[in-house]
């Protein structure tokens, strides 16, 4: 029913199966919740981006990614939130979501993968250091900061000498 009820027409509906398919972590409801995420409505997206972390599959992760560009702020965080959760099966996903065109989807990476903590994580956070958005670079700075790797700390340096005030910030607060 519940499941069923993620297709119905009023929305307050189909955010109250997906928050509770979450709560109960149904693992069967994952293609039902995986296409929740698209939903025109914001709530629905909520909740379904809180039940694919409570229920914290491998197979949520990619979805999980595409909606770090969510219009909704409320969104975004929530999906932060499950991927920091998945930890290890997010960390390649994240490695080849720091490439994506999408300056949104980098920036929501690169913060990830700095909470996660992961070492494999370092060189991919390097290159984002060169990348030509400030916020990216910034993210990537402070990610590293999280790791706290060494082979990081000549890269952090160079990021000393940044145009961007925020990039030679969080270059100073991680080294």
């Known amino acids: 029913p519940l ?3 993620l297709k119905d027409k009023n929305p307050e509906v189909r955010a109250g199966a997906a928050y509770v398919l979450g709560e109960i972590a149904d693992k069967n409801s994952l293609s039902a919740l995986i296409s929740a995420v698209k939903d025109e409505n914001v709530e629905v997206r909520r909740a379904a981006v809180y039940a694919l972390g409570k229920i914290g599959n491998e197979r949520a992760v990619v979805s999980l990614i595409l909606t770090l560009k969510d219009e909704d702020e409320g969104v975004r965080y929530g999906a932060k939130e499950a991927l920091v959760r998945a930890g290890q099966p997010a960390i390649a ?3 080849w979501a720091l490439k994506n065109r999408e300056e949104e989807v980098r920036i929501g990476a690169a913060e990830i993968l700095g909470r996660i903590g992961d070492k494999r994580a370092v060189p991919d956070l390097i290159l984002a250091l060169k990348s030509e958005k400030a916020v990216v670079r910034a993210r ?3 990610a590293l900061g ?3 790797d060494k082979s990081s700390v000549l890269s952090l340096i160079s ?3 940044d145009r961007d005030s925020d990039v030679r910030y969080w270059a100073a607060f991680s080294l």
């Open 159 to 161: 990021a000393l000498k």
């Open 146 to 148: 999280r790791i706290n």
């Open 140 to 142: 990537a700075a402070e």
């Open 3 to 5: 499941l069923e009820a």
């Open 93 to 95: 996903p994240l490695l």
